[in-house]
């Protein structure tokens, strides 16, 4: 996924920047609508829990959305997204769990229009600032409850609770047409989440909790349609 990754994002740099001279006709503005898909990188940023360091490996994410213009320079986007995040615990050595997420998420965008060069209209820079909630599910690994069955006699259960979350980026509309854009956009998103192993011997259950950071760096590139 990360080599597809690596591939789309100059493919889609050519194609955007070539595009730039033969575009034609006025940029949609005030009122209009755009409907996008963005393929993301997701690079989450380490914490511990429990007093073990987790280590994360980069992943590659997807995600639809929809953007509303309701004023020349503002814009508020919407969307909705899908990645899948390996842990490491580098204290016991084993690969620990998979996050699966899925965040919503509502932006708005500060938008920068040129009227002069001409051509550099059809780059639209802005800034945004949002936030959204994670919706959260953790499976543990087969080498964490292997771990803690030979070494412990205990069997665990990961839990893990949704939570909300804090962003800010930046990105740019590249206009290839003056409805079709060509979208690059990065953001750090900023979250705390509660994990909690249960233990159990068969006749006792602990519930062990911890509260984490949750951040990531996202950096992503796609299209949307603008009517």
Not at 176 to 188: C, G, Q, S, V
């Amino acid at each position: 996924m990360k080599r597809l990754f690596l591939t789309v994002v100059p493919f889609f740099l050519v194609i955007g920047f070539s595009a730039i001279s033969w575009a034609e006709g006025s940029l949609p503005l005030q009122g209009s609508i755009g409907v996008g898909a963005r393929l993301y990188g997701v690079f989450p940023i380490e914490d511990r829990f429990r007093g073990d360091d987790l280590a994360y490996k980069d992943e590659v994410g997807g995600e639809i959305n929809i953007t509303y213009r309701f004023l020349k320079y503002l814009a508020l986007e919407g969307g909705v997204g899908y990645a899948e995040l390996d842990v490491k615990n580098r204290a016991l050595g084993v690969k620990w769990a998979i996050i699966r997420t899925i965040p919503i998420s509502a932006t708005l965008q500060f938008r920068w229009i040129s009227k002069k060069p001409e051509e550099l209209k059809w780059i639209v820079p802005y800034a945004c600032i949002g936030g959204g909630y994670y919706l959260l599910d953790i499976e543990e690994e087969d080498q964490f409850r292997t771990l803690r069955l030979l070494s412990e006699g205990v069997g665990v259960d990961l839990k893990i609770e949704d939570t909300f979350f804090f962003l800010l980026g930046g990105g740019i509309d590249i206009f290839l047409t003056k409805h079709i854009a060509l979208n690059f956009e990065a953001r750090n998103a900023w979250a705390k989440v509660d994990i909690e192993e249960r233990q159990s011997d068969g006749v006792t259950i602990r519930e062990l909790g911890d509260t984490m950071d949750f951040n990531s760096t996202f950096v992503g590139v796609g299209f949307k349609y603008f009517y």
